[in-house]
């Protein structure tokens, strides 16, 4: 399990420390995916967004509509139940070995394509 916040770029946030060691397990994750298939041991991670946790319910609680958006906070939590029925796929699902499944709170879950360099979708910048 790691966290979206190891995708994220250009934001700010509170924990980069946090946020540096969710971004080492998503790679390494991907760099383990060969296990997989020569050793028969499946590697693979969920980058989920806000989990409906009672710590975490109850701060979201407190918020306005408008707060949450100001503070890129999501308009929904994912449920404990959404959450294990990921983990649930990753763990038997054989084909699903090195992938990364990132699921923020008001999206459907996805994965990273295998092979993805992170970098398919430059934006051109003249020197």
């Known amino acids: 399990m790691t966290s979206i916040t190891g995708l994220w770029h250009g934001r700010k946030t509170p924990a980069p420390g946090y946020d540096m060691a ?45 707060q949450r958006k100001q503070r890129g906070v999501p308009s929904r939590l994912l449920s404990l139940e959404e959450v294990a029925s990921a ?28 092979g993805d360099r992170g970098y398919e979708t430059l934006t051109s910048y003249q020197l």
């Open 22 to 66: 969710k971004a080492a397990i998503i790679r390494l994750t991907t760099m383990l995916a060969w296990l997989g298939e020569k050793e028969n041991i499946r590697v693979n991670c969920l980058a989920p967004g806000w989990i409906g946790s009672q710590f975490v319910r109850a701060y979201w609680e407190s918020l306005t509509p408008d």
């Open 87 to 114: 983990v649930f796929r990753l763990a038997t699902d054989d084909s699903l070995a090195g992938r990364v499944m990132v699921w923020w709170s008001e999206d459907s879950p996805g994965l990273i394509p295998c």
